[in-house]
T-cell receptor, first 115, second 113 residues
């Protein structure tokens, strides 16, 4: 099992460019998430998808859009990148329900720099 | 402990010693707490979790203690090894309609031989 797979691992953009971060999980999880991590700060939730077909805003959604393509895949799009979006982005997924549903499984991250 | 800003608090320990990493949480209604370990260049990995109806939970070489009176959480690592060097995050689950974890800023653990 690969778990949660993110692509790309690194990306450099110019201000105003667009790009899509891809995420896929093979654990049959219903819920998927996108977080950003900035130096010296904890992970902050950008968007999440509780189940296929639904998406909701997290703490810091401005400047981002998401698509839950199917149960496995959840993408994050930056339509017009800004230097403030320089960060490390993590995708995560969680179990369908029950006692294990709080535990998040993370991908290895995408390091994005916006110049 | 918790910190905001650019500089993470660092705990330096000798190999073989026990480590205690502390975390203060803010919401007395939080009902679930979790510790993650993040090694350089990797995503966070689950270590151990605890629900608010418990005071203590033990795993392999790790123990989490929860003090709801003072809203304090700690992670104890026994016989710390070089491979334990990482940033450790605590997270609390606020009472809300979805699985929403609020993460602390993290503490860096440096293990010296």
């Amino acid at each position: 099992n690969a778990g949660v797979t993110q692509t790309p691992k690194f990306q450099v953009l110019k201000t105003g460019q667009s790009m899509t971060l891809q995420c896929a999980q093979d654990m049959n999880h219903n819920s998927m998430y996108w977080y950003r991590q900035d130096p010296g700060m904890g992970l902050r939730l950008i968007y999440y998808s509780a189940s296929e077909g639904t998406t909701d805003k997290g703490e810091v959604p401005n400047g981002y859009n998401v698509s839950r393509l199917n149960k496995r895949e959840f993408s994050l799009r930056l339509e017009s990148a800004a230097p403030s979006q320089t960060s490390v982005y993590f995708c995560a997924s969680s179990h369908p329900s029950g006692q294990e549903s709080e535990k998040l499984f993370f991908g290895s991250g995408t390091q994005l720099s916006v110049l | 402990g918790e910190s905001v800003g650019l500089h993470l608090p660092t705990l330096s320990v000798q190999e073989g010693d026990n480590s205690i990493i502390n975390c203060a949480y803010s919401n007395s209604a939080s009902d679930y707490f979790i510790w993650y370990k993040q090694e350089s260049g990797k995503g966070p990995q689950f270590i151990i979790d605890i629900r608010s109806n418990m005071d203590k939970r033990q795993g392999q070489r790790v123990t989490v203690l929860l003090n709801k009176t003072v809203k304090h959480l700690s992670l104890q690592i026994a016989a710390t090894q070089p491979g334990d060097s990482a940033v450790y995050f605590c997270a609390e689950k606020r009472m809300s309609g979805y699985n929403k974890l609020i993460f602390g800023a993290g503490t860096r653990l440096a293990v010296h031989p």
